[in-house]
Each structure stands twice: as C-alpha cells, then as structure tokens.
C-alpha cells in the first residue's frame, strides 16, 4: 500500500520517494502486528534520516520521542527535525537536572550516546518512540571503520577504529539501553549503513562470543519484550543462550558443521526479517576512490575537541530557542 505513491507531509509539502515511503509503512507493519522494532539500512544519502523524521512526525500526538545519536549526528537530527511542523526538540534530561520535570508530548528529545547513561529513569519511561542511530563519521580508516569493542576481562578498551564512539562497541552501554528500553512500551526503530550480513564486516578480530552478544544485543533491543522477558538481567547471555537453544533443537543441529556459524546466520537472519534496505532498488556506484588513513594524534584531539563544541554549542542552541518560545 506504501509503494505506489509516497505520503505528503501536510506540514510543508513534501512528497517521501517511494523507498522512504515504503520504509515508513514497514516499520509501521511489523510494530502494528508483532510490536517489533525495525532496523533501516543503506548508504549515506538515501533518505534515513528524512524517513525516521516522517516517523517521528507522524507519531507526534502519541507521546515523546527519543533519538540517541552520535555527538556529531546531534546538529544533523536537530537541523532535519526543525523542517517539522508540531514538533518540540530539546536536549535530554538528566540526572542531578534542577526542576525535572514531564516532557510534553510533541517533544522529541535529541541525545548522544554518552548522556543517555545520565538521562534518569522517570524521563526514559515517558517516550514512546525510540530511535537508536547506529551511524558515525566514516572514512578515516576508509569506507568500512571496525568498530572499538569493550574488553569484558579488563574493562579496558581495544582501539579497533578511529573514528567509532567507544559506546558502539561496548557491550555494556548496549546492555544498559536495552534494559532500559525493556521498562517501557516505546515502538523502536534502529538506523545503520550497513545490514546484518555487512555489519559482520565491522566485527572482524573479535572473538565468536564477542560477535554472537554484539548481534544478540541489537536483536534484544529491535525484538523487545515480544520475544524477550522484560525482567532479564543480562539480554547478552540470556538472548544468546535462546538463540543457541533455538538452534540445537533445529534439524539442521545434527548436520555437523560449526555451531558459531549457525548460530551467527540465525542471529543475522533473525535481524534481517526486521530490516528494510532503503537503496535495495538502487545501489549507486562511488565515483571516487576512498583510502584508508589514520588521523594523528593532534589530529585526533582536535576532532574530539570539535565534537564536544558541537555538543555544548547544540544545547545552548536549544536552551535559547526554548527560552524565546517561552517568552
């Protein structure tokens, strides 16, 4: 019903393309029926960010909305979202906030991945739409930048890429939003690049335990309490071990063969059910050429440096166009 023709966004006359458009009714089908989330993929320029604000826009009257980016996507989600009739965009807030107080409905609350750890539960509970951005500044160590993954015997951290936020690879923050997200009953929508299969390309050197939880974990959140108990304390074991015990009573089980490749392919098959590929139609060749490079370690500080600005600069941003609204 969603192919044929896109539907215009009333507030100031857009038509979505027929891929956003279908992307838009996906995710609306596979939360009307199961309550399932959905993951939209595709290269940059293909129309996610705009078709998540569709979303967005179109569940206006249900509740607030959360979008946990990167802190370089903050600027991008808060320019795109301002296109947007009836819709509020504010930062997070958080905990040890003077005057915390409900967020209104039409709100949708911009936040990096490091401050939702700080966000308190009273606010998380309120949202009915989660928007989990996956996506980060790429080309540094070229068009495909492994991920940094958390060392779960030390606590410290591998450096796998330059440019990934810390919290993408850390199995911990991903554990800590889904069981958040576990507590409330918001409709969620992950965005990335890559789709199932690709992403493996970004978990290479990493163990097959540390593999099968990353898969395990973007699958707790997508599927939510439809497939998983709201009162689990670990997803990333308990969800792994489901998938494993879904597998070892299967009739493939007793073929032989690696147990860690079929249980990646059910985690990856699981995930791809709920996936729409917006330029699965139209998968457009780079004119240019990308190379690997490594940023120094000036260089490295100095864009650390630049993404916190940002950061500071959005939020003055926001505080001074909610104090003028108020006045």
């Known amino acids: 019903a969603y192919k044929k023709s896109g539907p215009k966004l009333k507030s100031f006359g857009v038509d979505l393309v027929p891929r956003q458009a279908s992307s838009v009714g996906f995710s609306e089908e596979v939360w009307k029926k199961n309550q399932v989330g959905c993951l939209l993929a595709g290269p940059g320029s293909s129309g996610k960010t705009f078709a998540i604000c569709s979303i967005l826009w179109k569940h206006k009257s249900h509740g607030p909305q959360l979008v946990l980016c990167s802190p370089g996507g903050l600027v991008k989600w808060f320019d795109e979202l301002s296109y947007f009739d009836g819709i509020t965009v504010q930062g997070p807030q958080l905990d040890g906030d003077e005057g915390s107080k409900k967020i209104e409905t039409t709100t949708v609350v911009i936040c990096s991945y490091n401050d939702f750890s700080l966000m308190t539960q009273e606010a998380i509970l309120q949202f009915r739409t989660v928007v989990l951005d996956t996506r980060y500044p790429v080309g540094f160590r070229g068009s495909r930048p492994k991920i940094c993954v958390e060392s779960y015997e ?34 969620r929508i992950m965005v990335d690049p890559f789709g199932p299969e690709d992403f493996l390309g970004l978990l290479e050197g990493l163990t097959d335990r540390m593999v099968l939880e990353h898969l395990a974990l973007r699958m707790s959140f997508l599927y939510g309490k439809a497939v998983f108990p709201a009162s689990w304390k670990n997803y990333r074991k308990n969800a792994l071990g489901w998938a494993r015990s879904y597998i070892k009573h299967s009739k493939d089980y007793k073929a032989g063969g690696s147990k860690f490749l079929k249980v990646r392919q059910f985690l990856c098959s699981t995930l791809d059910t709920v996936t729409f590929h917006l330029a699965a139609e139209n998968k457009l060749q780079p004119s240019l050429e990308v190379l690997a490079c490594e940023m120094t370690e000036t260089q490295r500080a100095s864009y650390e ?17 909610n104090e003028a609204e108020e006045s």
């Open 154 to 187: 030390n606590g410290s951290h591998s450096l796998m890429s330059i440019a990934a936020p810390r919290e993408i690879g850390s199995a911990n923050w991903w554990e800590h939003v889904v069981k958040c997200v576990m507590q409330t009953n918001a409709k």
């Open 305 to 321: 440096l630049c993404c916190n600005n940002v950061k500071a600069a959005l939020s003055r941003r926001m505080e001074t166009e």
